[in-house]
């Protein structure tokens, strides 16, 4: 089971910190990605790490902004989101996944969501 929180109201230019917290034993052997949906979109991948946390890679619309990262001792994903911008207003989701990949259907455990709101 996973549950993401730490989303919010920032001013565009800020910044927020999400986290998703794992619920077993195995979340070390799991590639963690973070995905958000904003209303009337499709779900889009906006970063992933994969088990051991050497690997990570990100959307290019948040390149340089976004940064993911893990504690597999706190069963916890991050994601670090700076300077925000009012496009990057969505609903915000954690998954794991046998492999690292920003292909959502290979995602077999999804979270629910936080709201993330960037208002300019």
């Known amino acids: 089971q996973l549950q993401a929180s730490g989303g919010g109201l920032v001013q565009a230019g800020g910044s927020l910190r999400l986290s998703c917290v794992a619920s077993?034993?195995?979340?070390?052997?799991?590639?963690m990605g973070w995905f958000r949906q904003a209303p009337g979109k499709e779900r889009e991948f906006v970063a992933a790490?994969?088990?051991?946390?050497?690997?990570?890679y990100y959307a290019d619309s948040v390149k340089g902004r976004f940064t993911t990262s893990r504690d597999n001792a706190k069963n916890t994903v991050y994601l670090q989101m700076n300077n925000l911008k009012p496009e990057d207003t969505a609903v915000y989701s954690c998954a794991g996944a046998k492999t690292v990949t920003s292909s959502h259907y290979e995602y077999d455990y999804w979270g629910q969501g936080t709201q993330v709101t960037v208002s300019s």
């Open positions: 077993g034993r195995t979340f070390s052997s799991f590639a």
């Open positions: 790490i994969s088990w051991g946390g050497g690997s990570t």
